[in-house]
């Protein structure tokens, strides 16, 4: 198995949960006093007056602006909260379906592998025999030479056997490396628009 | 008089309405104010939620796909453990026909320098012949799987450190649920040691 594509690095959020909101945008509302035309318009009584209610009424709407704005806000942070919700159950989803599918794909070679590993248990049984043989006196020097012709026949197949296994071996670690590339990562599935 | 006194009342009038207005004028911006104060405060308190939410989220994602990996490594680390003990048990075994050739080819070279008639000696020469193919038919063999053992030897090697790597990311990088899983798994090693 290669090098598995490192795990995923803790995730930098700053800015990333932030909220559209013009709460800055509402201004004081202050008259220019200033000048030759100020200090005129100053002169005039109800001036003071339609100030003032102007500066009152302004406040009364900005506050009403604000309070709008708070409920927009509230719902606005609902409505990411079960994006987020959503997105994770949607991530985790998606991975479990993989996992079954590797899972299953993994029980399907390690089942090979267990057959090859019985049948290298038998050889090497046989090949427990055949060693006997090489010092077994009551044995023809016939079926002496069969068992030496037979022992490297099956030596053989225990090394054809480690090599299918090498390949196997080989594949299920590719594949499992593949499955887990293909995984992504938390940063593209749990993400907001930066619009 | 009475005018004086009128316009007197009207000024004084005047100026407790201009008071009047000026103090309700105040009064609504600092309502104004301290709303908008409330306002920011709210918005960064939910910001500070969705971020902790999306925070949590990514663990939670994280510590998935950092388990899934994990349990692939372990398993496929397991069955090149099994193909590494194979491959040992196999040279194991060889190792112990060709142990058992030499000794029989040596008693044999014996036996023929003791031998008289040249049809026994003729005998034990192609027993000789034949321990000597097996013999390097077994080296052959055993150079070969020695190969494969050491091959395996180092998958499981790489592999290990690689469970190893995941098993500390998923401690230190999903957070409660993580240490508590490294906790578990390092409980139950220590129980099947015991």
Partial sequence: ?195 | MLPVLAGVALVGAGIWIYNELQEQSAAERERWRSKREEVERSIEWHEEQIENHLHEARLSYDFKVLIDMHYSCVKVADQAYSLLKDARKSLDKIGEAIVKTKEQREILFKRKKEATSPSDKKEIQEEITSIQQLRSSLFDDKDEIKKQRDMFQTRVKDLNSKTHTLKISIKERTGTRGIEWYERLEARKASRRA
């Fill in chain 1, 1 to 195: 198995m290669k090098d598995i594509k490192p795990p995923p690095k803790p995730s930098t959020n700053t800015g990333k949960g932030k909220l559209i909101q013009d709460v800055k945008a509402g201004k004081s509302l202050d008259f220019d006093k200033a000048g030759m035309i100020g200090f005129l318009k100053s002169l005039n009584p109800l001036q003071f007056a339609s100030e003032a209610i102007a500066q009152i009424t302004h406040y009364k709407i900005q506050i009403k602006n604000l309070e709008t704005e708070q409920v927009r806000i509230q719902e606005e942070a609902k409505i990411r909260h079960k994006q987020i919700d959503s997105a994770l159950k949607a991530g985790l989803q998606l991975l479990e379906e993989r996992r079954r599918a590797l899972e299953m794909a993994l029980e399907v070679v390690a089942k090979d592998l267990e057959n090859t590993h019985l049948e290298k248990q038998n050889i090497l049984e046989c090949i427990s025999n055949l060693v006997k043989n090489i010092s077994d006196t009551n044995l023809s020097i016939e079926e002496k030479q069969m068992s030496n012709t037979l022992l490297p026949e099956l030596t053989g197949l225990l090394k054809t056997l480690g090599e299918q296994s090498t390949v196997k071996l080989d594949l299920i670690a590719q594949n499992t490396q593949k499955a887990l590339e293909a995984m992504p990562n938390s940063d593209r599935i749990l993400t907001f628009s930066e619009d």
